[in-house]
């Protein structure tokens, strides 16, 4: 499996830097033994700590989270791990959580694969993105180069010229934009795995370990599934105070389509069995929907427009990957 170049994690963590407005003080890693390498970067984990902890300890003193929800959760510890692009995170119960690095620039090249798709063509706004999930899937030589080359080559292809694209990466509401749905993606993940803990799945994992492999992987996805809701619920709980807009659904796509990698590379799936990947967009989208239709607001005709659009191209995405039902 390749891995990102190391100079493109350099890249990411001078330009997550300027996003950063937390210091971070290191904390204490829950347990060594989850990473095959730890990374300490400041900038990259300033990031993790500002979405993973200050974000989920504001919602907790709002209100968003119930007590429950947030004793459960309060002394969960992260830890940014290099596991040998295992593209996945996941909960350690009692513990904390474990963030895979190329997961998290992965999701970086994502947010700038969309947003500048969408800066260049409306009709061909998900080109630069379906090319760059196509070369990580597929593998290709491409990848040598970078994900931040795979975008740009695309880009050109499309017509824009070098220059109107380094102006493009330059402009400060292109730059917003990236930040936003980036940070939203790590939102989305970090509350999905908060949400494993709170509705108590490491004590349902536990009960099933004399089941079946089928009846296990059935209970495993399904419990994938509610932490999906949880999550969904919790957004676009937060999100209501501003413009009730669906912007979980993009956290959950972007996510989705680092599955399919894993989906795709059966040396890379583990025992923390997924749903598949057209499932769990379906429900997302059936979930999101529902939502829309309860807000009573002038734009709600147009977000439940972009579900739709987006959903159906990431539909189409995963069918050409042929991931099964």
Known sequence: MKVFPSFFFGYVALFLSLYSNSSFSTQAVFETWACEKTIDEPSVNAIVEEVFNVKAEKLANDGKLSNTFWMKNKELKFAICDNSASYDTFVVYGKGVVFDYQMIA????????????????????????????????????SLEAGPLAIIKRKA??????????????????????????????????????????ALDHGTQLNDIKNMSGADKRGVKQQLELDADQCAIEIINVDEAKFKSSPISFFGLLMTVATQSIISNHPSLVTDRSHPSTRKRLAIARDLTLEYISKLGVSDGQNYEAAIKGTATYFDSLLTSFEISL
């Open 156 to 197: 050109l292809e499309l017509g824009i010229s070098k220059d109107a694209y380094e102006n493009m990466l330059a402009d400060t509401n292109f730059k917003r934009r990236e930040q936003t749905i980036f940070l939203q993606a790590l939102y989305f993940l970090s509350m999905h795995e908060r949400c494993h803990v």
């Open 106 to 141: 992965f999701l970086f090249a994502q947010s700038r694969a969309l947003i500048v798709g969408r800066y260049i063509s409306r009709p061909q706004q998900f080109d630069v993105h379906m090319d760059l999930v196509r070369q990580f899937v597929n593998q290709g030589s």
